[in-house]
């Protein structure tokens, strides 16, 4: 356990003594964001990014030391385990390096070396091996066995081959070595399976593609394999093309001590040694990097998906406010749903004011009235089809009618319809048709996000690349942990939360979230935090780890309604005696709380972290770590792919952020992308250092193209349309934006050549003169 703690430590530049503690914390059931706001002196000052790495490094190293100690009894019971193996297993910092040094003792299935060794072929291959002067086909006729079945020299040298190239290919050395040639000197390699032209058209930047594989990005990998995968193109590492062997075998060569030195036995052990490569390990290390590379792509993936959804969770919320949800829809009707300003639904309504029916002059007054009759604030608008003719109808609506003014916003309804046929909406509204619900989700986004976006799996969000092709059960981990950060960063209002977002507070489960909301319905709304100990099932320990997260406003304690803890009121209690305050003189009494010294209110307990988080807490009680509220202005006269012109400046929302770049709504139903090289006039390697999801942007039009459904856009507002900055954005693997709502799936041009270009992407002019001048 020191040892993990030790080399946890190490990678996150801390030292032993506070992971020991951040360990020993998560042990006994704390949470990353109780430990990271509340337990700043146990560990230091460990930060949620810092614990969430040792919370991961942590599953891993104990995975494998467990790995290790099942080896080391293996081994063991074999009778095999030497001082200087036992020693390489201790030392193996990876599960890799562990399997490599198990494989010569590993039990499988019997193999042709294993039968020629039973034959009696060892001491062939051994002779042949220590002594390249002998002559093989000599040696090999004193070990001819017909009964055997050995029938001939040749049967014996193959047999002994076999043992020699078993021997060779698990040799853990020579497979780090072999491991680490590859990944820095091989190309991964992607071709179109014949025939497959039409049906895989979608990857036809890939039909003829090469790629360094150790510099491929993670989008290109993951949509060279989702092409492998669905039978379209062929994968393979290639290195050494034009040489006579491959690079490969010298290095099994080197390392075994094969040399060429014109000796009688020379020739067959260099055949040994291709044998070695070309049957036993070639195919096994391509499995391997490939893998490898699939899990550094399915780990980036994830990592882009998380900060988005962090972003989108993040957003400002516009408040809670009377609010009027529009799921836009032209055959089926716009549904409208009435929530009040908390989040409880009071009115809902269906109107045709679009083609067919066309009941234009119904539909405004049946708006108008729930406008007046609940005194609608905002109007939230789903960015669907028909979103901006309804956001035109809204329009109208104010104009016609001013009492019944509201401020209307388009919002992105990615997962509304999850929600909407979820079970959870099911239980909430049993008798409310599916479309409604999801006019519901809309109205609730508006008003507070994360609130609402917490009720639907973080993987129907869409804001993620290639997010099916990972793998799922990290994902949801990564993407639980995220939710969970975003939920107690802000904290929750015990009195109207919902189940699934209670779920998400720390050291609260979904039974006791499900127990809280049944006391509440039962008793009415919390006075106080200390009341929660009422609640069944809900203990001192769970109690620890949730108050300081959940919000009591209008209480009978002050500070119920803030981030401080339970626990730390004593701190407050020093403080105000000191001062000669009562606490609600001191709350928001920012000259005289910057006036205090943190100090000067330590004890054993709580020491100057906590004081100084205390004493920004009063500050700003409660305060909402999420930005003010603002919305994109779509311009007049846009409303379809086909209004756009090259030149036109227009505002927009990003919905998306990958590695190469941002997807903004611009309110024409098809995002465009915003290239990485477009983002700014400096040169950054990752988008999120300009922009993340939800910003409100200034982007021009570069380039439309109607029929593929792609738009160019540049925020980089000097740039001139057809000036692609050297590098021509591509969206995904079929040419195509991704459609609002689902993950972006980014493809690269076709190389020319062996070799690959380094550049994700370029102009066409640029391109084919670059072409050109490589032919």
């Known amino acids: 356990m020191q040892t993990i703690e030790r080399q946890i430590a190490a990678e996150l530049n801390a030292r032993p003594q506070q992971v020991h503690a951040a360990i020993r914390l998560l042990d006994e059931g704390a949470t990353v964001p109780f430990i990271a706001r509340y337990r700043k002196e146990v560990t230091e000052g460990l930060d949620d990014s810092q614990l969430r790495t040792l919370e991961t490094r942590l599953g891993y190293l104990r995975e494998l030391e467990e790995r290790r100690q099942v080896i080391l009894n293996s081994v063991q019971e074999q009778g095999k385990l030497t001082p200087e193996l036992a020693r390489a297993l201790g030392e193996a910092d990876t599960k890799t390096r562990l399997e490599d040094l198990y494989?010569?003792?590993?039990?499988?299935?019997?193999?042709?070396?294993?039968?020629?060794?039973?034959?009696?072929?060892?001491?062939?291959?051994?002779?042949?091996f220590a002594n390249p002067n002998l002559d093989p086909e000599q040696e090999a006729a004193t070990f001819?066995?017909?009964?055997?079945g050995i029938a001939d020299t040749k049967a014996a040298l193959d047999g002994a081959?076999?043992?020699?190239?078993?021997?060779f290919a698990e040799q853990a050395p020579l497979l780090a070595r072999l491991r680490d040639y590859l990944w820095h000197n091989a190309i991964l390699r992607a071709r179109l399976i014949e025939g497959k032209e039409q049906e895989g058209a979608k990857f036809k930047d890939y039909f003829a593609h090469d790629e360094p594989l150790h510099k491929a990005p993670s989008h290109r990998v993951l949509a060279m394999l989702r092409g492998r995968n669905e039978g379209m193109l062929n994968l393979a590492l290639i290195v050494g093309e034009e040489e006579a062997s491959h690079p490969c075998e010298g290095i099994i060569a080197h390392q075994v001590g094969v040399k060429a030195e014109g000796r009688p036995a020379d020739k067959w052990l260099q055949g040994v040694v291709s044998w070695t490569w070309r049957i036993k390990l070639s195919l096994q290390m391509e499995t391997e990097l490939i893998g490898q590379i699939r899990e550094q792509a399915e780990e980036e993936a994830i990592k882009v998906f998380a900060m988005n959804l962090q972003d989108l969770l993040m957003a400002a919320p516009a408040g809670m406010r009377c609010t009027m949800g529009l799921d836009p829809g032209i055959r089926t009707g716009v549904k409208v749903a009435v929530v009040d300003a908390t989040g409880k639904l009071v009115d809902t309504a269906t109107i045709y004011p679009f083609e067919p029916r066309k009941q234009v002059e119904q539909s405004l007054a049946t708006l108008r009235d729930l406008c007046v009759k609940h005194k609608v604030e905002l109007v939230s608008i789903g960015n669907g089809t028909a979103s901006r003719e309804t956001d035109r109808l809204t329009a109208e609506l104010f104009k016609r009618y001013p009492e019944a003014r509201a401020q209307h916003i388009v919002v992105s309804e990615a997962g509304a319809s999850v929600y909407s046929a979820s079970e959870l909406a099911s239980q909430e509204f049993p008798d409310l048709d599916v479309s409604i619900r999801g006019a519901v989700s809309i109205a609730r986004r508006l008003q507070d996000p994360l609130a609402e976006l917490v009720k639907i799996d973080p993987k129907s969000i869409g804001v993620g690349?290639?997010?099916?092709?990972?793998?799922?059960?990290?994902?949801?981990?990564?993407?639980d942990a995220v939710v969970e950060d975003c939920v107690n960063a802000v904290g929750v209002d015990v009195n109207t939360a919902s189940v699934p977002l209670l779920t998400r507070v720390s050291g609260l489960s979904q039974t006791l979230a499900q127990n809280i909301v049944t006391y509440r319905d039962e008793h009415g709304a919390f006075k106080s935090r200390q009341q929660l100990l009422k609640v069944s099932r809900l203990g001192p320990k769970a109690f620890e780890q949730c108050a300081g997260f959940l919000r009591i406003r209008g209480g009978t304690h002050p500070l119920d309604g803030s981030a401080v803890h339970p626990e730390s009121y004593p701190v407050v209690e020093r403080i105000l005696a000191q001062l000669k305050q009562a606490v609600d003189d001191l709350l928001g009494n920012g000259p005289l709380l910057r006036s205090l010294k943190p100090a000067d209110y330590v004890d054993d307990k709580f020491g100057v972290p906590t004081v100084t988080d205390i004493i920004k807490e009063l500050d700003k009680p409660g305060r909402d770590p999420r930005p003010e509220f603002k919305t994109a202005t779509f311009k007049e006269g846009i409303e379809k792919i086909s209004d756009l012109q090259p030149e036109m400046v227009l505002e927009g929302v990003v919905t998306n952020v990958t590695n190469f770049g941002a997807f903004v709504d611009i309110g024409v139903h098809q995002d465009g992308l915003v290239h990485i090289s477009s983002l700014t006039d400096r040169f950054i390697k990752d988008p999120r250092e300009v922009v993340k999801t939800g910003d409100v942007v200034r982007v021009k039009v570069l380039e439309v193209d109607a029929p593929r459904k792609r738009i160019s856009l540049t925020m980089r507002l000097d740039q001139q349309a057809g000036d692609q900055g050297g590098r021509k954005p591509r969206n995904d693997a079929d040419g195509k934006a991704a459609p609002r709502g689902q993950a972006a799936k980014p493809a690269r041009p076709p190389q020319q050549g062996s070799k690959p270009v380094e550049n994700a992407a370029f102009g066409n002019a640029f391109a084919a003169a670059f072409a050109k001048a490589k032919k």
Do not use: F, N, W
């Not at 494989?103 to 042949?128: F, N, V």
């Not at 081959?161 to 021997?167: C, W």
């Open 103 to 128: 494989l010569p003792y590993k039990p499988k299935r019997r193999t042709k070396g294993q039968m020629a060794i039973e034959a009696g072929l060892e001491p062939l291959a051994e002779r042949l």
């Open 465 to 479: 690349q290639y997010q099916h092709d990972v793998g799922q059960s990290q994902l949801a981990r990564k993407l």
């Open 161 to 167: 081959r076999y043992i020699l190239m078993e021997r």
């Open 144 to 148: 001819v066995k017909v009964e055997a």
